[in-house]
């Protein structure tokens, strides 16, 4: 089971775990053992609340597929233990964070001294560069 936060919960059976043979360098090892994981979650089939399933689905990551499933490759540890426990822990972490509202941003104006300052720090670049020219 998969806590999420204090009411919300993954069961076992949701999650869909499977070994696979892990890319890249690592010798006769990566040929021979599957030690990366690779994690499936069906968003749409899953007992997640409405609004996590509405906020997951709503996310534009290369992660989650149009049919709504969210796949995770593990391969970064040696061993399948350590690949399971952060693949679980990247499935948490990117529905943690679906949940997070962003702030409204409210545009603001520059002030009128900030506005002089820009100007009379122009004005003396542009006078330090007109002294740079030859003289007559």
């Known amino acids: 089971m998969l806590q999420i936060s204090n009411t919300v919960t993954i069961a076992e059976w949701e999650i869909e775990l499977s070994a696979i043979r892990a890319m890249?360098?690592?010798g006769q090892n990566v040929n021979?053992?599957?030690?990366?994981?690779?994690?499936?979650f069906d968003i749409k089939r899953s007992a997640l609340p409405?609004?996590?399933k509405?906020?997951?689905?709503a996310l534009s990551d290369s992660r989650i597929t149009k049919e709504g499933v969210i796949i995770i490759k593990a391969q970064q540890y040696?061993?399948?233990?350590?690949?399971k426990e952060d693949a679980l822990n990247r499935l948490k972490e990117?529905?943690?964070?679906?949940m997070v509202v962003q702030k409204k941003r409210r545009p603001t104006k520059p002030t009128r001294a900030s506005q002089k300052r820009r100007v009379d720090a122009k004005k003396r670049k542009a006078q330090?560069?007109?002294?740079?020219?030859?003289v007559q």
């Open 94 to 98: 990117l529905i943690v964070s679906a």
């Open 78 to 83: 040696r061993t399948q233990e350590q690949n």
């Open 24 to 26: 890249g360098a690592g």
């Open 54 to 57: 509405e906020r997951l689905l």
């Open 32 to 40: 021979k053992v599957s030690s990366a994981i690779h994690l499936r």
């Open 50 to 52: 409405d609004i996590y």
């Open 128 to 134: 330090t560069k007109s002294l740079r020219g030859r």
